[in-house]
Nanobody, 129 residues
Framework: QVQLVESGGGLAQPGGSLTLSCAAS????????IGWFRQAPGKEREWVSI????????RHTYSVRGRFSISRDKVANRVDLVMNDLKPEDTAVYYC??????????????????????WGQGTQVTVSS
């Protein structure tokens, strides 16, 4: 069964850190760009980060730049999102998604949800004191 599973969500204090993982089963993440999206209560889902399918490139939305980083573990068939200096406005359900041959384009192309073929079910991140 082809699926993506997110893990690592939970409760963090402002200024704290969490690491989210996106693990694939039933297929290899090699050749897939992996994006992270989030949806806060009452808001539309928004793109957060992407790591390229075929290059080392990655990029993040402005609000998390310098705080979040994304990396790929090819052996574990997993992509991690390290979130530092968390803020209450980071509270959301976080989703990972896989787009076949999707590289970083530094444009709206690589953040369009339709570019992503597989989606996880999401993991809740709550930042609160």
């Amino acid at each position: 069964q082809v699926q993506l599973v997110e893990s690592g969500g939970g409760l963090a204090q402002p200024g704290g850190s969490l690491t989210l993982s996106c693990a694939a089963s039933g297929f290899s993440l090699e050749g897939f760009g992996i994006g992270w999206f989030r949806q806060a209560p009452g808001k539309e889902r928004e793109w957060v980060s992407i790591i390229s399918a075929n290059t080392p490139a990655s990029r993040h939305t402005y609000s998390v730049r310098g705080r979040f980083s994304i990396s790929r573990d090819k052996v574990a068939n997993r992509v991690d999102l390290v979130m530092n200096d968390l803020k209450p406005e980071d509270t959301a359900v976080y989703y990972c998604a896989a787009g076949r041959d999707l590289d970083v384009y530094y444009s709206d192309y690589d953040i369009e949800e339709g570019r992503y073929e597989y989606w996880g079910q999401g993991t809740q991140v709550t930042v609160s004191s």
